[in-house]
């Protein structure tokens, strides 16, 4: 996966929430990721946060499901992005910002302000290595106010599950073949119970 696609997925979580007015901020992960990060007024519990999360990643994912995913199954991945919401649940854990990450590069994840995350934005550039002379060289913080924002998640609701594409055919005088036309999409409603007479 080119870096440059989870730029553009970070880009369009904060245009999403942006929608939402919900400030946020992004760091990398130490690894191959981006966190988009929400602060919230501490009284949201996991029972509002996780809901929320999930019907925000499923909804990006229906939007756009040749881009993004929200399960964890990589066989399903090809090219995809997974939208993580399993991070925002009791006992679930997440990297904090400047933790180094064991494992080769040692690389830390790192605040970032949203100008950094563009194209050409290198996550192996954040390392033990390189992050203290970052740091001292930063004339403000990367993540402004962040003690100061006061906010509460808008009630979103998960789409419904969009039912599977029924394939369209047409009969030919050889037998029955996939509709060789211009192709659309046809969802077969749910059946309704047969009454039978008493």
């Not at 400030?23 to 007024?41: D, E, I, M, N, Q």
């Not at 933790?99 to 563009?118: I, N």
């Not at 990367?142 to 009630?155: A, G, K, R, S």
Request: a positive charge.
């Amino acid at each position: 996966m080119p870096f440059a696609k989870v730029v553009a997925a970070a880009l369009e979580v904060k245009e999403r929430l942006d929608k939402l007015k919900l400030a946020s901020f992004c760091r990398t992960t130490g690894g191959k990721g981006l966190h988009v990060v929400v602060p919230l007024r501490p009284t949201a519990g996991w029972d509002v946060v996780k809901p929320f999360c999930r019907a925000f990643a499923e909804t990006m994912a229906q939007d756009v499901p040749d881009r993004f995913l929200v399960h964890l199954k990589i066989a399903d991945r090809s090219g995809r992005i997974l939208v993580d919401w399993f991070r925002n649940g009791l006992g679930a854990t997440a990297v904090a910002s400047y933790c180094p990450r064991a494992r080769p590069g040692a690389g830390v994840a790192t605040r970032l302000t949203w100008s950094e995350v563009k194209q050409g934005l290198d996550p192996t550039a954040f390392t033990i290595l390189t992050v203290p002379d970052r740091v001292k060289r930063q004339k403000r913080n990367p993540w402004p106010n962040l003690e100061e924002i006061d906010q509460v998640l808008p009630n979103l609701q998960a789409r419904k599950a969009i039912p599977k594409p029924v394939l369209i055919v047409q009969r030919h005088t050889d037998g029955v073949r996939p509709f060789a036309g211009r192709s659309r999409i046809v969802v077969a409603q749910k059946p309704k119970p047969l009454r039978r007479n008493s």
